[in-house]
């Protein structure tokens, strides 16, 4: 089984936190995607830098950017000559847990045929119960984005498709997934979320965005919880696929501050 894992970090390198050194499986490839030359990493990812790509290069926010190979890694893995079975993202600040079994979820992935996508629930039970609108409120409260943009994002999806129910009780994280490379749905749906995202005036967090789509297109992915961990007392145990480290401090900030 042809496995391939990804992740993604843009911006300043002097105040970002750099990706981890980890043990790699010598039969997966890792790629990390960045705008950041290759000399200021020292890890185990493959570094690939991507800052002169037509579909990011006219973009200014670096979050924005970081989400083009988030969602749509199956185009740019192509364009490399790459072929897979299953791909696994996971945010800069988590490494693959080299001791657990990959081929176990990408084979609950192959067996889904109409939307082959592995997802966490959102860690808070109030988002999870509460759908898009909790976490529009989740947002501001964080102070991750401002109201405006969250305002703007309610209001195109009313316009978008005013059926979907945005309070509707469910809720997916995005910071660790997997998907089939090959299928159709996920490419169109991830299509669908890039146009959306980089031509709307909407907010730069893409958890909304995301699950307006899976509603909309009545998609459910397949759930596992306890698939990622930032503890790390919690790293021994067998069902944390992804292991979480630092978290990034600067890109984040930054493009808040820019809007």
């Known amino acids: 089984m042809k496995i391939c894992f990804t992740t993604a970090l843009f911006g300043d390198p002097k105040t970002l936190d750099k990706p981890a050194k980890f043990e790699r499986n010598p039969n997966y490839d890792y790629f990390l995607f960045t705008d950041i030359n290759e000399e200021h990493f020292d890890t185990s990812w493959d570094v690939i830098n991507i800052k002169d790509n037509p579909n990011i290069s006219s973009l200014t926010s670096n979050v924005r950017k970081s989400r083009y190979p988030k969602f749509m890694s199956w185009e740019l893995l192509e364009s490399m000559g790459k072929n897979y079975d299953v791909v696994f993202y996971c945010d800069g600040f988590y490494i693959p847990n080299f001791n657990k079994n990959w081929e176990k979820n990408a084979n609950l992935i192959l067996k ?27 947002i501001k409260r964080c102070w991750r984005d401002k109201q ?19 309070y509707y009780p469910q809720f997916f994280e995005n910071t660790c997934f997997g998907y089939s490379f090959k299928n159709e749905n996920v490419r169109n749906i991830t299509n669908e979320f890039w146009k959306i995202y980089t031509t709307e005036d909407i907010t730069y967090r893409d958890q909304p965005l995301w699950n307006f789509l899976l509603l909309r297109h009545k998609y459910t992915p397949i759930i596992v919880n306890n698939f990622k961990t930032t503890s790390p007392k919690n790293r021994i145990k067998k069902n944390f696929y992804f292991l979480g480290l630092n978290k990034m401090r600067g890109t984040m900030r930054n493009d808040y501050n820019k809007i």
């Open 148 to 166: 405006e943009a969250l305002n703007k994002t309610k209001l195109f999806f009313e316009k978008y498709d005013k059926n979907v129910n945005l």
């Open 112 to 138: 889904e045929k109409k939307f082959p996508v592995l997802q966490s629930n959102h860690k808070s039970k109030k988002v999870r119960t509460g759908g898009i609108i909790s976490e529009l409120k989740n």
